[in-house]
T-cell receptor, first 114, second 116 residues
Framework: GAGVSQSPSNKVTEKGKDVELRCDPI?????LYWYRQSLGQGLEFLIY????????KSGLPSDRFSAERTGGSVSTLTIQRTQQEDSAVYLC????????????FGQGTRLTVV | AQKVTQAQTEISVVEKEDVTLDCVYE???????LFWYKQPPSGELVFLIR??????QNEISGRYSWNFQKSTSSFNFTITASQVVDSAVYFC?????????????FGTGTRLKVLA
């Protein structure tokens, strides 16, 4: 597609439920990133994919968070047993996968845990 | 350790004023890249500029200009003759070559409000 696409754009879930957030990167971009942005805060790195592998998962806040990428394209971020502190905007970005290239971001998924 | 600091949390200016957004970074790498992004109220981050550690030339693009100084580890962003449409949160980011993961480390952002 023309840009990074994320779905859903908004998600309200009950505490304790599992949620899946989807990211469709720009075609041809080998690198994919997930970030989290809490209200009024900066961007917190979660995980980085190069192709289908994740060489850097250092930002995942707990084992309730996981992500996968298939076919070097679409990625899914899964949050199990959601907690209220998981409420945030989850941003996905993709890039050509070299250090000297910029990342392009999607519109984000606003997750609200009630 | 890699770190990006944007000490200005929020800045308010009147339209047509010039404004400078500060960015200070920390890295142990000699090859790195710096970026600025704009996040308007719509929420989507928009890429503005990329600069590598070997190029200290200042850059100007229309009303925007960037001042990169390795001696002070700063990469400041100036908007000349600000406009209401410039109101947004601006993020500075760092990417290091040594880490191999190419992740972007973001500052906490500076919210710019341009008043008519």
């Amino acid at each position: 597609g023309a840009g990074v696409s994320q779905s859903p754009s908004n998600k309200v879930t009950e505490k304790g439920k599992d949620v899946e957030l989807r990211c469709d990167p720009i075609s041809g971009h080998t690198a994919l990133y997930w970030y989290r942005q809490s209200l009024g805060q900066g961007l917190e790195f979660l995980i980085y994919f190069q192709g289908n592998s994740a060489p850097d998962k250092s930002g995942l806040p707990s084992d309730r968070f996981s992500a996968e990428r298939t076919g070097g394209s679409v990625s899914t971020l899964t949050i199990q047993r959601t907690q209220q502190e998981d409420s945030a905007v989850y941003l996905c970005a993709s890039s050509l996968g070299t250090v000297n290239t910029e990342a392009f971001f999607g519109q984000g998924t606003r997750l609200t845990v009630v | 350790a890699q770190k990006v600091t944007q000490a200005q949390t929020e800045i308010s200016v009147v339209e047509k004023e010039d404004v400078t957004l500060d960015c200070v970074y920390e890295t142990r790498d000699t090859t790195y890249y710096l970026f600025w992004y704009k996040q308007p109220p719509s929420g989507e981050l928009v890429f503005l500029i990329r600069r590598n550690s070997f190029d200290e030339q200042n850059e100007i693009s229309g009303r925007y200009s960037w001042n990169f100084q390795k001696s002070t580890s700063s990469f400041n962003f100036t908007i000349t003759a600000s406009q209401v449409v410039d109101s947004a949160v601006y993020f500075c980011a760092l990417s290091e070559a040594w880490s191999g993961t190419y992740k972007y480390i973001f500052g906490t952002g500076t919210r710019l409000k341009v008043l008519a």
